[in-house]
């Protein structure tokens, strides 16, 4: 690395839905795949973690997220690209579809799978599955570990 290079990891948040034994995954059309990742998104310029997270869920599924806990933080590096990836996983629940709203570019559909069931996906990363198994596993930490600064 330079000595004028400042690396940086890309800050992204990511929402971990289960309802039923199920998880809400979105299916997106990248460089002619089809792959599947949770909610999820980079965080903007003035934007909480909580902000970027429900903004994701709803630009990505139509639902509204009702944050509750926060699952984990995740850091991986990217093999084959060579970016960090820094994943803010929350846990909630959401409403049900708004019907006349578009999903973000990209995004197929959003839809409900078990644990077993995503494991045999094209995942977007290994976090993914990481996610959902420290759900699964009772991963709850209080949504006040996210401070804002002024």
């Keep these: 690395m330079s000595a004028n290079r400042i690396w940086k990891p890309h ?3 990511a929402a971990v839905i289960e309802r ?44 509204h997220f009702t944050p509750e806990a926060v699952v984990g933080v995740y ?17 909630g629940t959401c409403s049900e579809p708004e019907p006349d709203r578009t999903l973000d570019e990209g995004v197929l ?3 409900w ?14 976090m993914v599955l990481r996610c959902m198994d420290d759900y699964l596993a009772g991963a709850r ?5 996210l401070v804002d600064l002024p």
């Design 113 to 126: 799978f078990t644990r077993e069931q995503a494991a045999r996906l094209k995942l977007r990363a290994p």
């Design 75 to 91: 850091r991986w590096r990217n093999p084959h690209s060579g970016v960090t990836f820094l994943r803010i996983a929350l846990t």
């Design 20 to 63: 039923d034994g199920r998880f809400l995954l979105v299916e997106e059309a990248i460089n002619g795949e089809i792959i599947y990742n949770q909610p999820a998104g980079h965080l903007e310029e003035g934007e909480s973690l909580i902000a970027a997270t429900v903004r994701e869920v709803l630009e990505e599924t139509a639902r």
């Design 11 to 13: 800050a992204t948040v």
């Design 141 to 145: 930490h209080p949504l006040s570990l």
């Design 109 to 111: 559909a959003a839809r």
